[in-house]
């Protein structure tokens, strides 16, 4: 049995779509530094509901019922609003010189 652990597996999923939409095709005029990504993913991760598990076994359930294309959809959908959002504020050329 392995050890346990804590972990949002809604997190786990967003951080994966946030990297995979921001560096695809459609987005990149956009800023791909470290702050902006981060911004991007609590922006979402505050719009949706988190999913805690405490063992592999139960990480791995969540994630196939997470990743229906239902959900995947809703989730892609908040990405697109967030990455549009955090390239529109106004600190946000001041903030990701910080991160670099």
């Given amino acids: 049995m392995s050890k346990p652990f804590l972990v949002n597996v809604t997190e786990e999923i967003v951080n994966g779509l946030v990297k995979f939409l921001l560096y ?6 956009f800023c791909h530094c470290d702050y902006c ?10 719009q949706l509901p988190s999913y805690y598990v405490s063992t592999a076994e ?3 359930q969540a994630f196939r019922k997470l990743k229906s294309p239902e959900n995947i ?3 892609n959908k908040q990405i697109i609003l967030s990455i549009h ?8 050329k001041k903030m990701s010189n ?3």
């Fill in 24 to 29: 695809g095709t459609e987005y990149q005029t």
């Fill in 37 to 46: 990504e981060k911004e991007i993913a609590a922006d979402v991760l505050n």
């Fill in 58 to 60: 139960a990480r791995d």
């Fill in 73 to 75: 959809e809703m989730i």
């Fill in 85 to 92: 959002a955090v390239g529109k504020k106004p600190d946000h």
């Fill in 98 to 100: 910080l991160s670099n």
